[in-house]
């Protein structure tokens, strides 16, 4: 059964630092292109993050600087490092196979992060 399960967030103040992990089952990360995505409160999901399957990476220009992506191919899961926190970063954070989600119209929960002092 495919399944994807986003864990790691919580509530932190600015300037604060995160690892965000992403486990899937049912299938192997490495073999897919991989999306850090996010929703903030009232915005569309957008792509943050991405490790493609021969390991290249890439970030979203905004959030360059304070945002690494890696994964771990024995745990098949997929990392997100967010370093220097600010409000902006609140969101509920999933990951995903890209372009296209791993099984259509699936998400797994997400993991809520909340920025504030």
């Known amino acids: 059964q495919v399944e994807l399960v986003e864990s790691g967030g919580g509530l932190v103040q600015p300037g604060e630092s995160l690892r965000l992990s992403c486990t899937a089952s049912g299938w192997r990360v490495r073999d897919n292109d991989m999306g850090w995505y996010r929703q903030a409160p009232m915005k569309q999901r957008e792509l943050v993050a991405l490790?493609?399957?021969?390991?290249?990476?890439s970030i979203e220009s905004s959030v360059k600087g304070r945002i690494t992506i890696s994964r771990d191919i024995a745990k098949n899961t997929v990392y997100l490092q967010i370093d220097s926190l600010v409000p902006e970063d609140t969101a509920v954070y999933y990951c995903n196979t890209y372009p296209r989600t791993v099984r259509t119209g699936y998400w797994g929960q997400g993991t809520q992060v909340d920025v504030s002092s």
């Open positions: 490790i493609r399957s021969n390991g290249i990476t």
